[in-house]
């Protein structure tokens, strides 16, 4: 698959921080808001839902740019069920958008309305998760990070930080969904190359909050007596089995080290307080880098495959409250 890297958090962020600051300028001065190449196109984002902070953080993005490019957003929320989405992308095609850009829930099933948005002549963009179809043509790119990569660097993380010797309790994301299979594919694979380090229960928590805490009292029934980390597919989860282990008497980052990935600033907060140890980054703020893609295909460009979001890791050797207290996400 040919790969494009976008740059990571300092340039992504900066630019949208000053794109914030220019949106803010637009609204005082009375002027702006409706320029940009995008101007007077009509796009349909096939949101997967709004289960964590990093998924409305994306949201977020995506309007906000739109609204910067005087771009006619078409919106629709399928509340964590694909056939919400496919039936908004459906609905897309019937009403002749310009461009469509997608989140896919789950990997697989996109092959037949892709399909059909393709053959309508209309481009799509996919974001932060990809899709396993027989024939990629039927997308134009995806703008996502590398989730083998993530679950890597967790895994080589804990390694050193546990010097080989760890009891892992893994709450893993939505089923079928890009980056629970591969987190679970970069972690796991790094866990088996050492004997001292063993996954003892790894269940899915759906990326949110609650479902995360659930999970982990009802693991913690059974390990409380083993456990020394937790490691979560997203921040939601782990500050859920945060809540779950002090409920339980123990102290999370001291006790049983726990590891994430995101990045937002509530995770960071944790780690801070030391409730957290291991935070690696995955970013959301990929509005521009979506609206870029349409622009570039709607005036007869072609995009890599796959353009990369690059991803950093945070923990307390790097990480301050006011660097937390910073995080726009
Ligand atoms: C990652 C994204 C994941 C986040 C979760 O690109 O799909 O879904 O890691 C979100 O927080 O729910």
């Known amino acids: 698959m040919i790969m494009k890297t976008i740059p990571s958090t300092p340039l992504i962020l900066k630019r949208a921080g000053l794109g914030l600051l220019a949106l803010c300028a637009a609204v005082l001065t009375g002027c702006g808001g409706g320029g940009g190449e995008g101007a007077g196109l009509t ?47 459906r609905d897309f095609i019937a009403q002749g958008v310009d461009a469509i850009i997608l989140a896919p829930i789950v990997e697989t099933g996109w092959d037949d309305v892709l399909g059909e948005a393709k053959d309508a002549g209309i ?41 080989g010797k760890a009891r892992i309790i ?13 987190r679970k594919k970069g972690f796991d694979d790094v866990i088996g190359q050492h004997a001292g380090m063993e996954i003892i229960a790894s269940q899915s928590g759906d990326f949110n909050i609650e479902k995360g805490k659930e999970v982990m009292e009802a693991l913690l029934a059974k390990h409380a007596g083993e456990v020394t980390v937790v490691y979560a597919h997203n921040d939601d989860m782990a500050l859920g089995a945060i809540q779950a282990l002090e409920a339980a008497g123990k102290k999370p980052g001291e006790e049983v080290i726990v590891i994430s990935i995101d990045g937002g600033k509530a995770a960071l907060t944790a780690l801070v307080e030391g409730k957290m140890n291991c935070v690696v980054e995955c970013l959301p703020l990929l509005g521009p880098n979506a609206f870029d893609a349409v622009e570039t295909i709607r005036a007869g460009g072609t995009l890599p495959k796959w353009q990369k979001v690059d991803d950093q890791l945070f923990d307390a050797d790097n990480t301050d409250a006011a660097f937390a207290e910073n995080r726009p996400y």
Request: charged share 25%; aromatic share 6%; no cysteine.
């Open 170 to 182: 893994e709450l893993e994301g939505t089923p079928g969904a890009a980056p629970a299979i591969d």
């Open 123 to 163: 481009p799509v963009v996919l974001v932060d998760r990809g899709v396993d179809v027989g024939d990629d043509s039927i997308y134009a790119t995806l703008i996502a990070s590398d989730f083998v990569a993530e679950g890597k660097m967790a895994g080589e993380w804990l390694f050193k930080k546990s010097g």
């Open 43 to 89: 796009v349909g984002f096939a949101q997967a839902g709004a289960e964590s902070a990093w998924r409305r953080a994306e949201t977020a993005s995506i309007k906000d740019e739109a609204g910067k490019r005087g771009v006619n957003l078409r919106f629709s929320d399928a509340q964590g069920k694909q056939e919400n989405q496919i039936a908004a992308v």
